[in-house]
């Protein structure tokens, strides 16, 4: 019998299978990875409900999964940096290495970049899986397979106070307390600042984050004032944050941003609900706020790392839900829900692959 290679591909919009897929042929600088965790993106759940994600359009069958970490099966016989056995943590997309963006050191920024689970390149949620092996990045044994995966968000938050220019002293507000929202807070308070108040709809997302070190949550509704919250924000804080990063998209977060931010200071945008809002961009133009997007991350996975292994970020309360591979369309069912913070799917059983007890 073939050895099993069970794999999550999306046919089509709510269209979500567990079937066998062939184990993938690995070449001479890449490895083949034994997967173990898989975390599910709000990307992977838009994927599955509506069959894109901003301009990114399922055409064919994908393969999904992006937030993982695997054991190293097998390598390529160029690869020197891993070892069969190893433990690591993936970054997700491998870029073209010969591009202007790359050759300058934004490799995120590359046209040709080839990023799992997005269209059209399959994903990792599968027990095999290969990929580049200067993308893995080997694991301390004191760090869990689950933390492994929890480094691809960590790397969006870190990427987004590091766009804002995060440091010490700085005042932070951070729009939305989804998983992206509490990374980019653990993120801007490993990185010093003083005071960081976020927003969210929901009660117990604020409830999370202050269990994480929010210093001051104020909790949105549809009817909530602009210019009363403006005032909240600034009232909570004793000041003006000098720096706003919005991981919500919606048009009311970005107004909030930009209005609430000290003259001077910076706007980060992680993410873009629609792709065009009504901004007061007049005022923040005349205050002098720089407004700065991003795109997912760049050479922010040693970073992340580093931050997980010496303990100055704990990612592990993030994870409130998990599933075992086969139960890929329960996981799934949970994260569109929205019922948890950040569901987890274990290829392997849990902790099979964790050396120390965690
Ligand atoms: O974990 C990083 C990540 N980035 C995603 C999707 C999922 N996970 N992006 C896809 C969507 N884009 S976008 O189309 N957009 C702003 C909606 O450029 C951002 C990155
Ligand atoms: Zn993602």
Sequence with gaps: MAQDNLTAVLYKTKDLRLEQTPIPEIKDDEVLLRMDCVGICGSDVHYWQSGACGHFVLKDPMIMGHEASGVVAKIGKNVKNLQVGDRVAIEPGVPCRYCEFC?????????????????????????????????CYKLPDHVS?????????????????????VTAGDVVLVLGAGPIGLVTMLAAKAMGASKILITDILESRLE???QLGADHTILVSRDSNEAELVKKVHELLGEHPNISIDASGAQSTVRLALLATKSGGVAVLVGMGSSELTLPLAGAVAREVDIRGIFRYVNEYPIALSLVASGKINVKPLVTHHFALEETLEAYEVARKGLGIKVMIHVQPRDSNNPTKF
């Design 103 to 135: 050759k300058t050191g934004r490799y995120h920024l590359c046209p040709d970049i080839e990023f799992c689970a997005t269209p059209p390149f399959h994903g990792n949620l599968a027990r095999y899986y290969k990929h580049a092996a200067d993308f």
């Design 145 to 165: 397979m689950e933390e492994g995966a929890l480094l691809e968000p960590l790397s969006v938050g870190i990427h987004a106070c590091r766009r804002g220019g």
């Design 208 to 210: 999370t984050a202050k």
